[in-house]
């Protein structure tokens, strides 16, 4: 055998896409290989979760009296603080899941800046979490 030597190997596989994701049966035709998935760690809504609850402290220990004195302490518009600050209201799962990367594909910082409902329940079943 030379170092020119070319082989083949064909491996009896499919690959299908099922919901803009690909996926590879197995050559017995059994079901799908999966692998496990990667986490999708979205570092703006972590930074902004962060922020929300930075504030929220800052609020609730006097160290402003107001969104307005966030934001002016921040130098940025009081209407987005209060739209942040929104997310301290999130249930301890889904914040859980966001600092992990594990939320739902559809769930991204203009779905949570537009407003989701309070109770914890009604945000799982809102926010597909």
Known sequence: MS?????TVRIPMQ???RGGRKLILAPDGGGPIWAA???RVDNTIIKAVARAFRWRKLIETGVHAS???VAAAEKI??????RVLRLTLLAPEIVE???EGRQPAGLTMVVLLTGFPVV??????ALGA
């Open 3 to 7: 170092a020119t030597d070319t082989f």
């Open 37 to 39: 998935p990667r986490p």
């Open 67 to 69: 969104i307005e004195e």
């Open 15 to 17: 690959i299908r896409k």
């Open 120 to 125: 914890w329940a009604e945000q799982r079943a």
């Open 97 to 99: 899941a966001i600092m």
């Open 77 to 82: 518009n009081s209407t987005y603080v209060g």
